[in-house]
């Protein structure tokens, strides 16, 4: 509950508009019983029919005025409810992507409940618990005050079952919660069993396993309807506690009305204190019972899942939050794997990269690239072993340390709507212009700036072309402050020229760079290689790799080594001839030397 009072506390505005109209809502309640006592004693009994009639006239405007009141109060309910379901679907989405990218768990099917269902139980249960608190408090504040006014002895017979009857309520809330609890996890346990069944149900039918998957469905199933019939058998406590608080009350006034008369209680007094017990304290009481005994424990039990269902910051395992250095990254003995039973995608992976290293991945489609650059800029984490970036464990780095220390450009590059001055400014708000055009000029996306108008123009994803869009992610990563930059086949929609410009853009800039290579050509660009193939991972240089590895030389094909190349950060012999080709005619000399079956495969590649 402490976050709901933050969260009112925050808005103290809507609170005392709420509590103002509130005020005007109990006004029938506070009048009720003196009206009616009035009327009685002064009007009907006394022989004066009008006076009786206006008195009750009175209470009809009172009601008139109250009913205005109620209208405000949901309109101030709706400035309360709203920005809680807001703030807890921002939460949920949050805490579910947060875990799927840090701790590489797969889809969390358990969020779908937490989303669709029980952020609407939070908001409708929160409306209906502040109208129930609000009205509880009002109603009876003003029934008990007119009636202590009206007949103080009456009163005091009322106060005593009326306390006890909250007394068993307050005592059956803890076990209401557990019961509550236990429905909100059989829930969400149907949520995940019937998650994955439906993703695998063209392989259930296949198999013929429809009646397994039908038993094993049912249990979770069975055990959702228990916990829901448990929850609704704990309504007989409530019912009991409003007996006793609500109707014993009633009965006491009843018995005890001989004996109120004798003593000099008006037969107006006593009906008005019925008035108050029927109107006020009952009504009043049965809110509170119900309100909180049902949506109150919903509240309470299903808020505390998706609080815990965001899952905390990725931040360290205990520890001060560590501070990276640098751009070295080292793994030592990582092994990762999609599932507790999935075959691992990388296995004891030993791999350092220095400040200043060009290194480049290669390896057959699937075979787990993407996946090794995941844990290298932290969005994976591994089962075992460790990754340490600038020197710090990965898992002890916060999502903002990770950015600003590591930039990653996938294979889809992301523009957003906007100018493209805004895109290319994202990571770095501070970058002037001369560093954008010394950044665009370098990676190459002068020609579309000029296409485009300039920076201010404004763009949308669907205007560029995909290699236009992977241009602007590139020139965003370029200005990026980040040391180590991670492209992960970001260059597949650039021709081969382009390509190999960006690359020796990212080559001169300080820090390190791993590329994810779709060309051979960006792996001869490297000075060091790491080759997968699903068994092993080799590290090498192309002259090394090409004499003990089957796999590379099949993958480089007929790709000399003598192919000129760009001498940023390359270890291999590049001479002087070589270096000062422009991009284009180095290109064009190294394809006149393929013959057109090795152009057809390094196309497909």
């Known amino acids: 509950m402490r976050i709901l009072r933050v969260f009112l506390r925050r808005r103290p505005r809507v609170l005392a508009r709420l509590a103002g109209w509130s005020v005007l809502e109990a006004l029938p309640a506070i009048l009720s019983g003196q009206a009616v006592a009035r009327a009685v004693d002064r009007g009907f009994l006394a022989g004066d029919p009008a006076a009786g009639l206006g008195w009750l006239g009175l209470l009809a405007a009172a009601v008139l005025v109250g009913a205005i009141g109620t209208r405000r109060t949901f309109r101030c309910l709706a400035d309360l409810a709203e920005p809680l379901r807001d703030e807890l679907v921002a939460h949920v989405v949050t805490g579910t992507l947060r875990r799927a990218a840090v701790a590489g768990g797969g889809v969390d099917r358990s969020a779908v409940a937490r989303l669709t269902h029980q952020v609407e139980i939070v908001r409708d249960t929160f409306a209906g618990l502040i ?89 979770p199933v069975d055990a959702q309807a228990a916990a829901e019939r448990a929850v609704v058998r704990m309504t007989a406590a409530r019912g009991i506690s409003l007996a006793v608080g609500g109707w014993l009350p009633l009965a006491v006034v009843l018995a005890a009305a001989p004996w109120l008369v004798d003593h000099g209680l008006t037969a107006g007094a006593i009906l008005g204190s019925l008035t108050y017990l029927l109107h006020g304290v009952q009504p009043a009481l049965t809110m509170l019972i119900g309100g909180l005994g049902g949506g109150g424990v919903r509240l309470v039990v299903t808020l505390d899942r998706i609080l815990r269902g965001g899952g905390p910051e990725p931040v360290a395992h205990g520890g001060p939050a560590a501070r990276p250095d640098g751009a070295d ?70 999502v903002r340390t990770l950015a600003r220390q590591r930039v990653l450009i996938p294979q889809e590059a992301y523009v957003f709507t906007g100018t493209l ?19 665009a000029e370098a990676v190459g996306l002068s020609t579309v700036l000029q296409r485009l108008g300039g920076y201010d123009a404004y763009v949308t994803p669907d205007a560029l072309s ?125 394809s006149n030397r393929l013959r057109a079956p090795v152009l057809r495969r390094i196309a497909e590649m």
Request: hydrophobic share 50%; aromatic share 4%.
């Open 131 to 219: 109208m129930t608190t609000r009205g509880f408090l009002f109603a009876i504040a003003g029934a008990l005050l007119g009636l202590a006014s009206l007949a103080p002895v009456v009163a005091l017979l009322v106060a005593v079952p009326l306390l006890t009857g909250l007394v068993l309520f307050a005592a059956a809330v803890p076990r209401m919660a557990a019961r509550q609890r236990a429905y909100v996890l059989a829930d969400e346990d149907l949520a995940e069993h019937a998650g994955r069944a439906f993703a695998g149900l063209r392989d259930i039918a296949a198999c013929g396993a429809g009646h397994r998957m039908a038993a094993e469905i049912s249990v």
């Open 329 to 398: 990254v080292l793994l030592r003995g990582v092994t990762f794997a999609y599932g507790r039973r999935a075959e691992p995608v990388v296995s004891g992976l030993d791999l350092e990269i220095r400040d200043g290293d060009h290194l480049a991945i290669i390896g057959p489609s699937g075979i787990g690239k993407s996946t090794l650059v995941g844990l290298l800029a932290g969005t994976l984490q591994p089962q075992q072993g460790e990754v340490r970036l600038g020197g710090a464990r990965t898992n002890r780095l916060d």
């Open 421 to 439: 001055l805004d895109n290319l400014r994202y990571l770095h708000p501070g970058a002037d212009v001369h560093e954008i055009d010394r950044a």
């Open 466 to 590: 995909a290699g236009e869009r992977q241009l602007v992610a590139l020139v965003r990563a370029y200005l990026s402050p980040a040391p180590l930059v991670l492209l992960d086949e970001a260059t597949c929609h650039l021709d081969a020229a382009a390509e190999a410009r960006a690359e020796q853009a990212f080559a001169a800039r300080p820090g390190a760079l791993v590329v994810v290579a779709h060309r051979v050509s960006s792996a001869l660009r490297a000075s060091r290689i790491l080759l997968l193939d699903g068994t092993a991972a080799t590290l090498g240089t192309d002259g090394s790799l090409r004499r003990t590895s089957p796999l590379y030389r099949d993958l480089a094909g007929h790709w000399s080594v003598e192919l000129p190349v760009f001498p940023a950060r390359s270890s291999l012999p590049v001479s002087p001839a070589q270096s000062s080709q422009p991009a284009s005619s180095a290109m064009r000399t190294a």
